[in-house]
């Protein structure tokens, strides 16, 4: 490990070899968006192909966790971004307290994720042998919710099941098509948000490591290239919720 | 000292960009229970696409970047719009393959030997 805003061989400059490293870290932050851009073609085909099924499970998700949670990560890329203004005019006190600040944030996002993730799992919405999407339309108390809010869900699981129901098809072929179209949704919910929360979890190691640093004075103006490039992919990685977070959960809101 | 020519963003534009992004958030929640049709979805992505341009504008520095890691940045979604458009293109026209009963008439004439001499 070099020491602080030391120079390299093969760069003439401090600048040039900072200019490298942020290069280098969009290239691979570029190779990040074709990674989530392929599972979000994949939710787009599948949407377009079964808008109903997909509306169904959008409204399935908590509206209240899944706001909170967006306000929460945006907080916590703005602590981010004041670290690196730490580091950039050396206040090097500064540095790790607002890393902390930002680990918090993101270790809260991740607690409500899991919040939601059993949620989820009391209510039969995780993809496979158990999945069933009409689920707490008919077990209101098992997932808490009060009479106005099971009426609301078995109009439009009602609904949902007519939007599919094929031509001469029967009541229960509707109800096996939108079941597996929405457990199509679910199975893209979880894998978008897992491979998201998995990139929050590997921020939040890269996060320790810098506030280990920061501890000990390390980044300051001269030196602070770590910060800078962890905070883009802290940043990336908001990015990708900002996208998420209307997609998954608010697609549908106006016809519940 | 180094002989850097970052430029630092100040406190004051990270906090203007973090009550930006927070309006944007309560604004699509709130417009997400209006009925706007088709264009609810439109007005969702809007939103979303122009809180990404504020993050990397100036959480990630984008608009005080060199051309050259400007244009890597360019980059990665013009790659990124070969994916959705050329895929998006196959997904809206194909259609499905005709069955055999649909072709009948056109392999007929094509068996007819007056027919596929003229043709």
């Known amino acids: 490990m070099h020491r602080t805003g030391e120079l390299y061989g093969q760069f003439q400059t401090l600048e040039q070899q900072k200019e490298s490293a942020t290069l280098g870290m969009w290239v691979f932050l570029i190779t990040e968006i074709l990674f989530f851009g392929g599972l979000f073609m994949a939710y787009t085909v599948n949407r377009h192909a079964f808008p109903t099924a997909f509306g169904v499970g959008g409204n399935m998700l908590d509206l209240n966790l899944g706001f909170f949670n967006t306000i929460v990560l945006i907080a916590s890329s703005f602590t981010m971004a004041m670290s690196v203004w730490s580091a950039q005019t050396s206040r090097r006190k500064a540095v790790p307290a607002w890393l902390v600040a930002t680990l918090i944030l993101g270790s809260a996002f991740l607690g409500i994720k899991v919040v939601e993730y059993k949620q989820k799992f009391d209510h039969h919405l995780i993809p496979g042998h ?20 099971v009426a609301d869900e078995q109009k439009e699981i009602r609904e949902g099941i007519e939007a599919e129901r094929a031509p001469g098809a029967s009541e229960q072929e509707a109800t096996v098509a939108l079941n597996a179209h929405a457990q199509l949704y679910f199975s893209l919910y979880f894998g978008m948000t897992g491979l998201h929360a998995l990139h929050m979890i590997i921020g939040a190691g890269l996060l320790l490591w810098l506030i280990f640093e920061g501890f000990k004075g390390r980044f300051d103006a001269n030196y602070n290239t770590p910060v800078e490039n962890i905070g883009l992919y802290w940043h990336f990685v908001d990015i990708v919720w900002i996208f998420l977070f209307p997609l998954l959960y608010l697609i549908n809101r106006h016809l519940a | 000292m180094s002989e850097h020519s970052e430029h630092i963003v ?14 944007g958030t309560v604004v699509t929640v709130y417009a997400a229970k209006v009925d706007l049709g088709r264009w609810n979805i439109v007005l969702a992505l809007t939103i979303a696409v122009t809180k990404m341009t504020l993050v990397i504008l100036f959480f990630m520095h984008g608009k005080y970047s060199s051309r050259r890691t400007k244009l890597i940045i360019a980059s990665g979604f013009f790659w990124l719009a070969i994916m959705l458009v050329l895929t998006l293109a196959d997904y809206t026209t194909r259609h499905p393959e005709p069955s055999r009963s649909q072709l009948a008439p056109v392999l007929e004439l094509q068996s007819h030997p007056s027919s596929a001499l003229a043709a």
Not at chain 1, 130 to 143: E, G, H, L, P
């Open chain 2, 10 to 23: 100040s406190p004051k534009i990270y906090a203007t960009i973090l009550i930006a992004l927070l309006v």
């Open chain 1, 130 to 149: 158990n999945f069933d999407v009409t689920y707490c339309s008919r077990n209101k108390v098992a997932c808490g919710l009060n009479d106005k809010e």
